[in-house]
């Protein structure tokens, strides 16, 4: 079994930063991935950022240049910096990541408020 625990979320005002953080344990051989999603009340959830072992990263469109995702595999941990926030980035932020035990499987962590005012 593996869990994801995520920290980091809160309220900050329109153009301030949070870090947002996901340590993954228990039975872990590998973890292939590890990403960031996001939903919004009344939307879809979407992607806005993932990492692979190796360190690339890609991001959504919407972020680009204003979020940075990191990982730090010793500790099995990845990380969001979220800077210039904007009221629209308001969502609950969903940790991801595929993790290989016996098989590959994507697990998902509970989820973290981050409501950004104007």
């Known amino acids: 079994q593996v869990q994801l625990v995520e920290s980091g979320g809160g309220l900050v005002q329109a153009g301030g930063s949070l870090r947002l953080s996901c340590a993954a344990s228990?039975?872990?051989?590998?973890?292939?991935?590890m990403g960031w999603y996001r939903q919004a009340p009344g939307k879809l959830r979407e992607s806005v950022a993932s990492i692979i072992s190796g360190g690339t990263a890609t991001y959504a469109d919407s972020v680009k240049g204003r979020f940075t995702i990191s990982r730090d595999n010793a500790k099995n941990t990845a990380y969001l910096e979220m800077n210039s926030l904007k009221p629209e980035d308001t969502a609950v932020y969903y940790c991801?990541?595929?993790?290989?035990?016996?098989?590959?499987?994507?697990?998902w962590g509970q989820g973290t408020q981050v409501t950004v005012s104007s």
């Open positions: 991801t990541a595929l993790v290989t035990t016996r098989l590959a499987n994507r697990y």
């Open positions: 228990g039975s872990i051989a590998r973890i292939n991935d």
